[in-house]
Each structure stands twice: as C-alpha cells, then as structure tokens.
C-alpha cells in the first residue's frame, strides 16, 4: 500500500516538476557555471574518476563542473544505458571523444569505450530534498545503478539542480538511493540524516 501511494505520489510530482524546471531554467541561464563555482574541492581532493551525464531538456548542465573536476586530475566518465533494467555502465569519456546512441538512443561513449567505475556520480534530478531524497525521471536506471555500485563499495552520490528544484520532501520506496550531497547555483548542501 505504501509504495502504491509513493508511486503515484511520484508521478504527479514529476508532471509539475518538469514545468516548474523549465521555467527555473529559462530564469536562470549561467546557473550551471555558478554551480560549479560553488563546488568545495577540498572536499572531493581524492577523487579519480567522476560520471556526469548528457544535459536532456532542462536539466542543469555538469560540464562546467566535470570540467573544473577534469582540470583538477580526475578522469571522465559518462553513463550508457545497456538494456531496460539494468544499471548503466560507466564509460569513459574525454572531450571530443566520438559518441553512439546507447540502448534508449541517448548520446553516450560507444561499447568499446573502457568501462569504469566511478569514485563521484553527478547525478540529474527533477526533484530533492534536504535529506538526500532524488526524484528521476521514472525509469528507475540510477537506482539500479547506485545500489549496484554501493553493493562494491563507496561512491560519492551529487545530485546536480538548481535550487528551485528543492522540495519539502520527495516520496522515497524502500529501492530508492538517496543522494550525499546536491549542489546548485546558491549553495554546496550536505544530506541530513532522516530520522
């Protein structure tokens, strides 16, 4: 009964939420450049690997911060969906490296690009919450992912929005991954823990 209610509660969230993150968006066109700005090195100094993903819609871009991760010696990696439901590969990836549709017909590395395993996962979202709460698009890919990567051992989870996208709280069931951290174009913010 609870996660029929989360689900629902989870798709009317997402109709309202791709409009309001439009309009967020249109109002604030350097917001990913003041993200990544905002973004504490210090805190991410061992990091070796990071995945970002391919800007869809109105989604913040993470370029702006891949590329100041990049300038500080990490290595880049982009996700690839490889079939309907199973987690994502991570791909490694450079600028300028050639891309091929993925299995959903996204932009992503090409098959023969190295598989990696990422220390940092910049994440999409339409929706989060101060507790680390992320709301995806529906399909569910990064929740497969998160757990299968969290299964190996620690990965670093940053939900990437802009801070209009902030929500008193999103429905979470038991399979949902939650986020470390969100960064947006006003602020660099911890998850708290949800009690």
Known sequence: MVQASAASAKTLMRAVLRDNRKAIA????????RAAALFPPDRFANVRIVS????????????PLMRRLAEAGARLA??????????LAFRRYAPGDPLAPDAA??????????????DLVIAPLLAFDRFGGRLGQ?????????????AQGPVFVLGLAHAGQAVARVPMDAHDQRLDAILTETAYIEAEKDL
């Open 105 to 118: 017909g996204i932009a992503a590395p090409p098959p023969d690009a190295e598989v990696v395993r990422p």
């Open 52 to 63: 970002g993903f391919r800007a869809f819609a109105d989604e913040l871009d993470p370029w």
């Open 138 to 150: 529906g399909g569910g890919y990064y929740d497969r992912t998160l757990a299968a990567l969290r």
């Open 26 to 33: 249109a109002e604030a066109p350097d917001a990913a450049e």
């Open 78 to 87: 982009l996700p690839a969906v490889v079939g309907r439901g199973q987690p």
